[in-house]
């Protein structure tokens, strides 16, 4: 999430009433947390395992319960709690906005869009031009969509991330302040749920067509004129390039990369990057023609016993 305007170092730090090590004007432009940061952004550790990985990161403010020498060119916000803390300046700067309309006043419609009956439009959405937006779709508040997108009834445009930290007490949420964003011609089938980023964009960019019941987990990008079969399920930060094809019922698992060009046939699932250019199939999946040699092969195995007895 970008902050308009940046505020700096300290005015940072008196929000949550913490000590910092840097320039007291120092530029916060951002807050995004590790997989998505860019320079000028905020980001959080808050265990051993991914100090490293903060510091080392794009981000330029790191929120941390561990006092070390700040890289060259960043500051740090030291915290006992960065993950509460993160919470905070999430719901700070972006805050829970009560509905006042089914259609927003604040949101911008383009020219020649139908909103059809019972349809909710959130506050600050943007849709482009010549869009249809079916009956009982939710689009929450940020969301961007472009131009001639259509999204069938009952879809959600926009719900939380699924992100929470197990705590002695319970389970404690990341609050989102993300977005989604849709770029043109892209439809999007019925009753599909395409979740905001953490504190990025979850982006589907143009042409891609969804089928219907299909989940996409926070900060994913699925690229150009993809076919995304039904029931498929994505999860979070996972990155689909583009002319890929998920046929129905595929799962990907997180922080992965299916590359251009790349056909998962249905039923698939993988826990696994996949290369592109390439035909997968199965669970977990592999290239097509290897997994049907391993059938072909398993089908010989009765006969091969019965010889060796």
Same mark, same amino acid.
């Given at each position: 999430?970008?902050?308009?305007?940046?505020? =700096?170092?300290?005015?940072?730090?008196?929000?949550? $009433?913490?000590?910092?090590?840097?320039?007291?004007? &120092?530029?916060?432009?951002?807050?995004?947390e590790?997989?998505?940061?860019?320079p000028?952004?905020?980001? &959080?550790?808050?265990?051993?395992?991914?100090?490293e990985?903060?510091?080392?990161? $794009?981000? !330029? !403010?790191?929120?941390?319960?561990?006092?070390?020498?700040? @890289?060259a060119? $960043?500051?740090?916000i030291?915290?006992?709690k960065? &993950?509460?803390?993160?919470?905070?300046?999430?719901?700070?700067?972006?805050p829970?906005e009560?509905a006042?309309?089914a259609?927003?006043?604040?949101?911008?419609?383009?020219?020649?869009?139908?909103?059809? @009956?019972?349809?909710?439009?959130?506050?600050?959405?943007? /849709?482009?031009?010549?869009?249809?937006?079916?009956?009982?779709v939710?689009?929450?508040d940020?969301?961007v969509?472009?131009?001639?997108? /259509?999204?069938?009834?009952?879809?959600?445009?926009? #719900?939380?991330?699924?992100?929470?930290?197990?705590? @002695?007490?319970?389970?404690?949420?990341?609050?989102?302040? *993300? %977005?989604?964003?849709i770029?043109?011609?892209?439809? /999007?089938?019925a009753?599909?749920?395409?979740?905001? *980023?953490?504190?990025?964009? !979850?982006?589907?960019?143009?042409? =891609?067509?969804?089928?219907?019941?299909?989940?996409?987990?926070?900060?994913?990008? /699925?690229?150009?004129?993809?076919?995304?079969?039904?029931?498929?399920?994505?999860?979070?930060?996972?990155?689909?390039?583009?002319?890929?094809?998920?046929?129905?019922?595929v799962?990907i698992?997180?922080d992965?990369?299916?590359?251009?060009?790349?056909?998962?046939? #249905?039923?698939?699932?993988?826990?696994?990057?996949?290369? *592109?250019g390439?035909?997968?199939?199965?669970?977990?999946?592999?290239?097509?023609?290897?997994?049907?040699?391993?059938?072909? #092969?398993?089908?010989?195995?009765?006969?091969?016993?019965? %010889?060796l007895?």
């Amino acid at each position: 999430m970008k902050l308009a305007p940046p505020v =700096t170092l300290k005015d940072i730090a008196e929000l949550i $009433k913490a000590r910092y090590i840097g320039d007291p004007d &120092f530029p916060v432009t951002g807050i995004n947390e590790i997989h998505m940061v860019e320079p000028g952004d905020l980001t &959080f550790a808050d265990h051993p395992k991914y100090y490293e990985k903060a510091l080392q990161s $794009k981000a !330029t !403010t790191i929120l941390i319960n561990k006092e070390v020498e700040p @890289p060259a060119g $960043k500051a740090l916000i030291l915290s006992d709690k960065p &993950f509460d803390d993160y919470v905070y300046l999430a719901r700070y700067f972006r805050p829970f906005e009560k509905a006042s309309a089914a259609i927003s006043p604040s949101a911008s419609i383009g020219a020649g869009t139908i909103i059809q @009956p019972g349809a909710f439009i959130g506050n600050h959405v943007k /849709i482009g031009r010549d869009c249809l937006i079916h009956a009982n779709v939710s689009i929450y508040d940020h969301s961007v969509i472009g131009d001639h997108v /259509i999204i069938h009834s009952n879809s959600v445009i926009g #719900a939380d991330a699924y992100y929470f930290q197990r705590r @002695p007490e319970g389970y404690k949420k990341l609050e989102s302040c *993300g %977005r989604v964003v849709i770029e043109d011609y892209v439809e /999007i089938g019925a009753l599909t749920s395409i979740d905001k *980023g953490v504190s990025g964009d !979850t982006t589907i960019s143009r042409g =891609t067509k969804f089928d219907n019941h299909v989940q996409v987990g926070h900060d994913t990008f /699925i690229g150009r004129n993809c076919l995304i079969g039904a029931y498929c399920a994505i999860a979070g930060v996972t990155r689909i390039e583009d002319d890929v094809i998920l046929w129905a019922g595929v799962l990907i698992n997180k922080d992965l990369v299916i590359g251009k060009n790349a056909i998962v046939l #249905a039923g698939s699932g993988t826990e696994k990057s996949l290369e *592109g250019g390439k035909t997968y199939w199965g669970i977990p999946a592999i290239e097509a023609r290897k997994k049907w040699r391993e059938i072909a #092969a398993l089908k010989k195995l009765p006969d091969i016993l019965q %010889r060796l007895k």
